[in-house]
């Protein structure tokens, strides 16, 4: 991505520092935004007034990433710099975030009661100089006006900032300090506040109504605490037997991680993201909902117990516009599913890159097919298929603008079908496209699914279409990619591809059974194998240490890893799986339960720190949280199985 890259050409240019080696960020949200807190200073650093990175396309950039959302902070501490010894963690696995320093103890959380942005947070000082200091703000941008709103017997202050578009109401929650505060320092005069992003300063005395009513006089901590009871109300108990603690307080914070990735904003005319799950959480830079990470977290949150929210994805999909963006590039086919990701408004994005080329993801529309499967397998919901979406009924989009696209995306080879070159899982730029094992799979998988959805829906003629398509898509699997009794990542002979780790997931969902070419991956997944102990995805072959990719490949990929626990389990390894699932709690235990993206396997500039440390984008949700949970749950299944 475009942002990825500018952050490889700079730290490889020794223009811009690294950043840190381990997780040094926890995240709060609630479906309406974000914030971040740098547990090593005890402050605030991000309160985003969106629950994405990128608003909607930039018309005046068509290569670029898009609108960024605001952020409204820079920094927000307590008692002006006297603490020290900071810590921070979370509450009882929720997503309220405790802060500890040598001055005093704070909370901060995005409460999931409010439909809107909300960002609550509260300071006990531990001294009176720690309460003299009170809290210090730096704001993002320049306050360009501030007025003060007196409403339910108190001063509320609202502000507007220039360059950005929302405007900022803040709420005092108690605590209050004497004397007047500096200027831009109004949150100095309390020691409990409410953040409150407006997207028009007419929905101010609604919005402060609503979260008045929400608040029901309580003071912060109190509402913290009733926050932490809401959410054990809405966990489902889960239904399998955790290894330890470790795992099931990981379980739980991955559980939370689903949620507030998830967005809650209504869809209105010029937005449509209702539902739509970014890939990480800030600061990660892949805070952007993408088709294939997503796939995993919906399908998480429905295996779970979590229907309501696995329906809100699967909507989300569906409803999703514009996109079809790409016709050109998909043999004139009109299509629903986004090719790669999306804008925060639900429009496609294709994922413009450094070298002015789109990518082509043929995979995500299998997936989105696999989703709504494994939806319907799940729960007894067959109104869903009835639903008006933006292209028609639910079932007939699906149909028409994923299944019957996929269908004219397909190629002949020798006497069956194969998915056409595209970019993939491991997403290489279009003009690198290849034809990919996992496309095909993921094509079997999906269309084998979509035929039980046709007979739910009693459409009779539309299994008969797929039964003959699968079939030859299973020959053309099985003559483009098992060559010489191995199974191979692309048709095309590289030594990138040879051994994927995305091979691992075609095993896992059942495209290939064959248990010498089973055994065959496991073993050439030596090739993959790191110095930090676990997998990368390919072997890379980019030389130029400036290049992203140089370095990106290189590292572990913790989706690989589960891959590879999961295969072994297949095979009766259990010790071995046990042993790489086993690593991976522990590690998150030892940093707030997150589960990154990537650990470091060769220290650099870009991805630096000690060997196995955290790094690339985090907390990661589909590929982190998701594939977490999917793993536990899959073991509890090939367990009562045996």
Same mark, same amino acid.
């Given at each position: ?326 016709? /050109?590039?998909? &043999? #004139?086919?009109?299509?629903?599913? $986004?090719?790669? @990701? ?5 429009? *496609? +994005?294709? !994922? ?101 959805? /046709?007979?739910? &829906? #009693?459409?009779?003629?539309?299994? $008969?279409?797929? @039964? ?5 898509? *299973? +020959?053309? !699997? ?165």
């Amino acid at each position: 991505m475009n942002i990825a890259r500018s952050l490889a050409t700079l730290v490889c240019a020794g223009l811009l520092a690294p950043l840190p080696a381990a997780a040094s960020h926890l995240v709060t949200g609630n479906g309406f935004g974000f914030a971040v807190v740098s547990p090593e200073t005890g402050t605030v650093t991000k309160f985003y007034a969106h629950p994405y990175s990128f608003v909607r396309p930039d018309s005046g950039k068509p290569l670029g990433e898009g609108v960024e959302t605001a952020n409204f902070i820079r920094e927000i501490g307590w008692t002006d710099g006297v603490g020290k010894d900071a810590s921070a963690e979370y509450e009882d696995d929720s997503q309220v975030i405790h802060i500890r320093r040598s001055d005093g103890e704070g909370l901060c959380f995005m409460p999931f009661g409010p439909r809107q942005t909300v960002l609550v947070l509260n300071w006990e000082p531990g001294s009176a100089e720690a309460r003299r200091g009170g809290v210090h703000v730096e704001w993002s941008r320049p306050i360009s006006s501030q007025r003060a709103v007196r409403m339910f017997g108190m001063e509320m202050h609202l502000l507007k900032f220039d360059g950005i578009e929302e405007s900022l109401l803040l709420i005092p929650l108690g605590g209050k300090r004497a004397g007047p505060a500096q200027p831009q320092q109004v949150l100095a005069t309390s020691l409990g506040w409410a953040l409150i992003s407006l997207e028009s300063d007419r929905e101010l005395e609604q919005t402060a109504r609503e979260f008045n009513r929400w608040r029901a006089g309580l003071a912060p901590r109190a509402l913290a605490k009733r926050e932490i009871a809401e959410m054990e109300r809405w966990r489902v108990k889960p239904t399998v037997e955790f290894a330890g603690d470790e795992e099931r307080h990981l379980w739980r914070q991955s559980e939370v991680m689903l949620r507030m990735a998830q967005s809650r904003e209504p869809d209105r005319p010029g937005r449509h993201g209702n539902g739509l799950i970014v890939a990480c959480l800030p600061d990660g830079v892949y805070f952007t909902p993408w088709v294939r990470d997503m796939a995993y977290a919906v399908v998480a949150l429905a295996r779970m117990g979590h229907q309501s929210e696995a329906r809100a994805g699967l909507l989300a999909y569906f409803n999703a516009q514009p996109t079809g963006k790409m016709r /050109a590039e998909t &043999a #004139g086919a009109d299509y629903q599913i $986004s090719v790669v @990701r999306y804008f925060g408004d639900g429009s *496609e +994005e294709p !994922f413009f890159t450094d070298e002015g080329a789109t990518n082509i993801e043929f995979d995500n529309w299998a997936l989105a097919l696999w989703v709504l499967g494994e939806y319907l397998r799940k729960y007894d919901d067959p109104a869903l298929l009835k639903i008006p979406t933006y292209r028609g009924p639910l079932y007939e989009s699906a149909r028409d603008y994923v299944v019957k696209p996929l269908f004219k995306n397909l190629e002949k080879y020798g006497q069956g079908l194969i998915v056409a070159a595209d970019t993939s899982i491991w997403e290489e730029h279009q003009k690198d496209k290849k034809h990919f094992a996992f496309s095909t799979a993921m094509a079997i998988v999906g269309l084998k699914d979509f035929a039980e959805v /046709a007979h739910l &829906a #009693g459409d009779e003629a539309t299994p $008969s279409e797929i @039964r003959n398509h699968v079939a030859q898509l *299973e +020959e053309g !699997f099985d003559a483009a990619f098992i060559r010489d009794g191995k199974l191979h990542g692309t048709l095309e002979e590289g030594v990138k591809n040879d051994i994927d780790g995305a091979q691992l997931a075609v095993i896992n969902f059942g495209v290939v059974t064959d248990p010498a070419i089973v055994r065959d991956t496991v073993e050439r997944m030596e090739l993959l194998k790191v110095a930090s102990g676990g997998y990368r995805r390919v072997r890379g072959t980019y030389t130029d240490p400036a290049i992203f990719e140089y370095w990106y490949e290189q590292e572990e990929f913790l989706f690989v890893d589960f891959n590879l626990a999961e295969v072994f389990r297949r095979l009766g390894r259990n010790t071995e799986a046990a042993a790489i699932l086993k690593r991976i709690v522990l590690k998150a235990a030892a940093d707030h339960n997150i589960i990154p993206e990537m650990y470091v396997a060769v220290p650099c500039r870009l991805f630096p720190g000690k060997l196995g440390d955290p790094t690339g984008a985090l907390p990661m949700v589909g590929y982190g949280a998701g594939e977490f949970i999917l793993h536990v749950l899959e073991r509890e299944a090939l367990e009562s199985s045996h």
